[in-house]
Nanobody, 119 residues
């Protein structure tokens, strides 16, 4: 059974950095893609970023492009989200996802991890 376990969340000041990790287990992921979504208080869940395991192609939403970087370490089935120059509006629960391709709907979700940006 596929499991996605997020770590690395917490509190960070505006302008700071934070790195989220997501370890995948329970399957073979070389032909899949992984990504991150988030849900801010009072808002709908939204796409943040995704990466294809085999292609390495990456995709970002407009609000995070040029500030966040998604990358994967195939050897340990882990995907990371490096968050730089964070803003208060980045405050949300972040969810790791696994899907067939980088821009297809997720098939699996992690449990979510809180990121709070405030001074």
């Amino acid at each position: 059974q596929v499991q996605l376990v997020e770590s690395g969340g917490g509190w960070v000041q505006p302008g700071g950095s934070l790195r989220l990790s997501c370890a995948a287990s329970g399957g073979t992921f070389r032909t899949y893609a992984m990504g991150w979504f988030r849900r801010a208080p009072g808002k709908e869940r939204e796409f943040v970023a995704s990466i294809g395991w085999s292609t390495g192609s990456t995709y970002y939403s407009t609000p995070v492009k040029d500030r966040f970087t998604i990358f994967a370490v195939n050897a340990n089935n882990t995907v990371y989200l490096q968050m730089n120059r964070v803003k208060p509006e980045d405050t949300a629960v972040y969810y790791c996802t696994l899907q067939q391709a980088a821009l297809t709907p997720p098939d699996h979700w992690g449990q979510g991890i809180q990121v709070t940006v405030s001074s």
